[in-house]
């Protein structure tokens, strides 16, 4: 066995192993003319999915091939990686520029994969420089080894081994093709194959219907593979597409209904959605491997703050590429592939599980905004506050500058990015509320309180702009809100209990409290004028300067006044000598005041005043009146006591009789006015 047998070619092996026609032209395609560089290859690669059209069948067949002739041929291991290592800078060198951009996306791809340990280990090796022309020495040193490297353990060394074994495949591949279409398709099928090692006829259901002129159709792709059950088995495929809300016009089952199709108990049902939603990431993370300039991403603008995927891109999405996915598994997507740069704002599993909550905001949808802007800006909290101001009571519209009210929630100020979030904070309110800035760029929060009855008589008023009696303010209210059932009496208690009103007089006649400072108008009956007056002065006061103070908001006389506050029922005034009134509240110099009902009473006798009255009737023919002037209105009351008396046997009979005879001597005088006096 130690004897080197002859090489044999690919044709005799065709010959003396009954090599399929598949295999074979697999075989030509990746320049595999003999048994050794079958087996080269096999050491290289590890299996032969990576070739063009080499499916499962071919791949075992291959493999077996290889794992046969390498004893049998005795090659020298060192010798075999030697030549492996001597034609991967010569492939390097063979490529074109496309080839090369491509393979780079590669490399990135895959070096974004590695753990913290790997990735820094390897930029000390390359100084950062991870790219083809960094690794170009890397695998044209046959005297590298791994462990060399800095803070490298086993996992580690495991890692970049991989990592390197899987550049190599790619270089071999990419090297192999000069036609830029077939070569992206190429190392599409090669990588789902090694990725999912799946059937040829799942790959062609991808591509059927789709040319790849515009890109890869990732969304395509998510479809077969699920439809497949490669990504979700059969279990996790069925809650994925009915108890998660990823699927367009697809009502979610609830966990009862999960439960009960899958034959678990309710727990069990919200366990199995839970841990899927969970691992959606590290499910779908396998498209960051994918060469992401090869990806048809539908013309979305990756410079942008926001990436907006509207009902339009969803609908152009699932037509082109026969999918009933919503615009929620589209961001997740995009969110997955740009985790680098973008952040999917929003409470997306509160979405997607059909969830609410009553502390904060009920998202509609989720938004991909730039993770550079996330990091100075908290999108999240600036929508709880709209949401709870919008859904708290506000009694009154009221404005907040937008830019003013952004700062807020800036981590750090909006610095140089204030355009780009104002323009994200702006769609995104739109979306969740329906919420547009006013021409002047500031946020309007709206009343959404019932109105009240006195806020209506409150508007009445200011429309009609003076004091009005209440049947004035209801025709007002009527007219302004013809649908408004109220009444006069409902908008006079609600001005009576609520601030803002003044009454004017006993008149049922009202006003605004602020037209007291604007319109020179004062609220109030006469009597709470007199006492404002009196309350500033330090003295009594005349009842003519009390009269004139008066009449600067009530068109009234000094008798009226007089006699108004006499009848206060509260006892706020106190009178005085020589027509002087002040307040009871307030203390008086005794010496230069005194109170009415402590002077000394000068009395006429009741002959002096009957006689007096005697001679009033004989001249005038009537009674005196009680409004006239002093001696008539003395003349007016001695009557109207006499009558009292009268009335209560309380007089003598010999004035009782007197007096009787006077006033029938003048009976047909004014019969209802004599009546009153006699009654």
């Not at 047998?5 to 320049?31: F, P």
């Not at 937008?402 to 702006?426: N, P």
Request: charged fraction near 25%; charge should be negative.
């Amino acid at each position: 066995m130690n004897e080197v047998i002859h090489n044999l070619s690919l044709k005799e092996l065709c010959l003396y192993e009954d090599m399929s026609v598949r295999s074979y032209n697999a075989c030509i395609q990746a320049d595999l003319r003999d048994a050794s560089a079958i087996v080269f290859f096999f050491l290289e690669h590890g299996n032969f999915c990576s070739i063009r059209n080499c499916g499962q069948k071919s791949n075992k067949e291959l493999i077996e091939l290889s794992k046969k002739y390498k004893p049998i041929i005795n090659l020298d291991i060192t010798i075999c990686e030697t030549y492996i290592e001597n034609s991967i800078p010569e492939k390097i060198q063979s490529l074109t520029i496309r080839q090369r951009n491509i393979l780079n996306n590669i490399i990135d791809s895959q070096y974004r994969q590695l753990t913290v340990r790997s990735s820094n280990a390897l930029n000390h090796y390359l100084g950062s420089n991870v790219s083809i022309t960094g690794l170009m020495e890397l695998l044209s040193d046959t005297n590298f080894d791994i462990i060399s490297l800095p803070n490298i353990g086993e996992k580690s060394e495991l890692e970049l081994k991989t990592f390197i074994s899987k550049i190599k495949s790619q270089i071999t591949i990419i090297a192999n093709f000069e036609d830029e279409d077939l070569l992206t398709k190429e190392l599409f099928n090669s990588y789902l194959t090694q990725r999912f090692d799946i059937p040829t006829d799942v790959i062609s259901e991808i591509h059927n219907m789709n040319k790849f002129s515009k890109g890869l159709p990732l969304f395509k792709t998510l479809q077969v593979l699920i439809d497949n059950e490669i990504i979700f088995d059969a279990r996790d495929k069925n809650v994925f597409k009915n108890g998660l809300n990823y699927i367009s016009d697809s009502p979610i089952e609830n966990l009862v209904e999960i439960a009960y199709k899958l034959d678990i108990t309710k727990e069990r049902a919200r366990q199995i959605r839970k841990e899927i939603y969970d691992t959606l990431f590290d499910r779908f993370s396998f498209i960051k491997n994918l060469e992401f300039h090869a990806l048809n991403l539908y013309g979305l603008d990756l410079s942008s703050g926001i990436i907006i995927i509207d009902n339009a891109i969803v609908n152009d999405i699932n037509e082109k590429e026969s999918n009933d996915f919503n615009s929620l598994f589209i961001n997740k997507i995009f969110s997955i592939l740009l985790s680098h740069s973008f952040s999917l704002i929003g409470n997306e599993e509160n979405i997607v599980l059909n969830k609410t909550t009553r502390i904060g905001h009920n998202w509609k949808t989720t938004y991909l905004i730039r993770t550079d802007l996330t990091n100075i800006f908290d999108f999240a909290a600036c929508i709880d506050d709209i949401a709870n101001r919008s859904q708290g009571k506000n009694d009154n519209d009221y404005y907040f500058e937008f830019e003013a009210y952004l700062l807020e929630f800036a981590k750090d100020g909006l610095s140089e990015h204030s355009e780009e979030i104002i323009r994200c904070a702006e769609y995104i309110l739109f979306n969740e509320f329906e919420i547009i800035l006013d021409t002047n760029e500031r946020i309007l929060f709206k009343r959404n309180s019932m109105k009240q009855v006195y806020e209506y008589a409150y508007e009445a008023l200011d429309k009609l702009g003076c004091p009005s009696k209440v049947f004035e303010i209801y025709e007002k209210v009527i007219s302004l809100y013809p649908d408004y059932k109220t009444d006069e009496n409902s908008l006079r208690a609600s001005m009576t209990r609520k601030t803002g009103f003044v009454p004017i007089g006993r008149s049922s006649i009202y006003g605004l409290k602020i037209w007291e400072s604007e319109k020179n108008i004062r609220g109030g009956t006469i009597r709470d004028i007199t006492e404002e007056f009196l309350s500033s002065q330090s003295s009594p006061q005349h009842i003519n300067e009390i009269t004139e103070y008066v009449n600067q908001f009530r068109d009234t006389n000094a008798k009226s006044i007089y006699s108004n506050l006499q009848m206060e029922g509260n006892n706020r005034f106190t009178f005085f000598t020589g027509l002087t009134i002040g307040l009871r509240n307030k203390q008086y110099d005794t010496n230069n005041f005194v109170r009415l009902d402590q002077a000394p009473m000068l009395r006429q006798a009741w002959d002096e005043r009957f006689s007096e009255l005697k001679q009033f009737l004989e001249k005038n023919n009537r009674f005196p009146f009680s409004s006239k002037n002093n001696s008539e209105e003395r003349l007016y009351r001695f009557m109207n006591i006499q009558s009292i008396k009268i009335r209560d046997n309380k007089m003598e009979e010999s004035k009782k009789e007197e007096f009787n005879n006077l006033m029938d001597l003048y009976k047909g005088l004014s019969a209802r006015y004599k009546k009153t006096i006699m009654s």
